[in-house]
C-alpha cells in the first residue's frame, strides 16, 4: 500500500510540474512529494426507503471508498486527484434513480461504479488570490445555491475554473466559470450530468465576528431544454454570546429570480429565508420560516443546491412544486453521553393558493467514536397531504477515515 500511494503521489507531482512548472522545477519534487498527502475514507451506509406509492420497499446496503491524494507545492502549483468507487454489499434491492433498472423499487438514488470526482490544478502565486481549474467541489453559503451533495455516495462535483480573491481580512470574492456539473446520477445515467455555461460570484463581508454578510448570483444557461435563470440575492448571519454557555443567532437571506434571456417563459420568483438558532445549558434548537416562491406557474429553483439538506431528509421537494413551497420548521437537539441527538419538524404549504403540502419529522443520532471512526442513525417521517405520499426513510451509517 506504501509503494502504491507514493507512486500517485510521485504522478500527481510530476502532473504539476508538467502543467505549471519552469524547466528547473524538478529539483523540487521531492519535497513536493515529502509534502504530499494521501487520504483514504471509507463510508458504509444501510438505506431503506418505504413509500406508499404501490412499489417495493428499497433495500440499499453500500460501500464508498475514497481515495484522495494532494500534492505539495512546485512553483505555487499544487493538484488533487480524488477517486471514488461505490458498492453494494448484500441488499441491492433499489432503484438507483438512473434509469439503469430496478423500477419496482423505491428510489435510494446511489449508483454503483466508479467516479472520478475531483482532479484539478490550483495555483497561489498571485497575493491574496487562488486560481484553480478542473473538477473540483465547490460550495457556497451553506449549500443551498450551490453545493456538493455529499449525502449522497456519489458526490456532485463541477467542472470549473475558479478565482478566489481575499481582497482584505474582511471581505473575499469567489468567482466560478461552471460548463459541467457532474451529478449524483453519473455520466452514464439517462438524468446525465448539466452541462452549459453557469456563472457564480460570491462575495462575504465579514465586518466582525457578529455580523457576516454574503452577496450572489447564479447565471445558470443550460444546454438542452432545462429552463435558464438568473439568480440574485443575499444572506446575512448574526451570532453573539449571551453568557458562558448560551448564544443567539438569526439568519437572513433573500433571492430574486427570473428566466434567462434565451429562456421561456418569463417569471419573477423570491426566495426567503428567516431563522433564529438558539444554545444554553447543553440544549440547542432553531425556527425558521423558508419560501420559494412561484410565478406564472414555475417554482423557485436551486438545480445545484445540497437539496437533501433542505426542506426535510425524506427528499419529497428536490423539485419545488409549480405553486412554490412553504416550510415552517423547528429543531431541537442535545449531547448525551458524547451522542448529538436532534430532531427536526416541518409544515408544508404551497406558497401560491392554500395548498397544504403535509408534514414531517427528521430523527438524527449521531456518535464520534474517535477522530477516525463516527457513526450515525436517521430516520424521516413524510406524511402526505395534497402533494407526493407517504414516505419513511430510515439510514444507519458508519464513516472511517485513514
Partial sequence: MKKVTTAITLLATLGVVAFGAQAGAT??????????????????????NDQDNGKLDAKASTLKTRLTVKTGKVNNFTALFEVDHVTTLGADDY????????????????????????????YTGFDKTTLSAGRQ?????????LGTVGWRQNE????????QYQATDALNIDYSYIYNANRIFGSDSVK?????????????YSPSK??????????LDFDGTATDTDTYGMDYKFSSKLGKDSKLGVNLSYAMQSNGDSSTPSFDANYYLAEVTGATSGVFGAVGYEVLGSDNNIGFSTPFATLHKFNGWADMFLGTPSNGLEDLYIKVGTKVSGIKLTAIYHEYTANEGSADYGSELDLVAAYKVNKRV???????????????????KLWL?????F
Fill in 27 to 48: 529539483d523540487n519534487i521531492s519535497k513536493a512529494v515529502k509534502d504530499s498527502k494521501v487520504n483514504l475514507d471509507l463510508r458504509y451506509r444501510y438505506e431503506t
Fill in 95 to 122: 432503484n438507483d434513480a438512473t434509469g439503469a433498472g430496478n423500477g419496482m423499487y423505491s428510489v435510494v438514488a446511489d449508483p454503483t461504479g466508479l467516479d472520478l470526482n475531483q482532479a484539478y490544478l490550483s
Fill in 137 to 145: 467541489r465547490l460550495a457556497h453559503n451553506g449549500h443551498r445555491f
Fill in 156 to 163: 456532485q462535483t463541477f467542472d470549473a475554473y475558479r478565482a
Fill in 192 to 204: 446525465g450530468d448539466l452541462k452549459g455555461d453557469f456563472h457564480a460570484l460570491n462575495v462575504k
Fill in 210 to 219: 457578529q455580523h457576516n454578510f454574503a452577496f450572489f448570483s447564479y447565471l
Fill in 374 to 392: 463516527s457513526v450515525l442513525a436517521k430516520y424521516a417521517a413524510y406524511s402526505a397531504d395534497g402533494y407526493g405520499v407517504d414516505t419513511d
Fill in 397 to 401: 451509517m458508519t464513516t472511517f477515515k
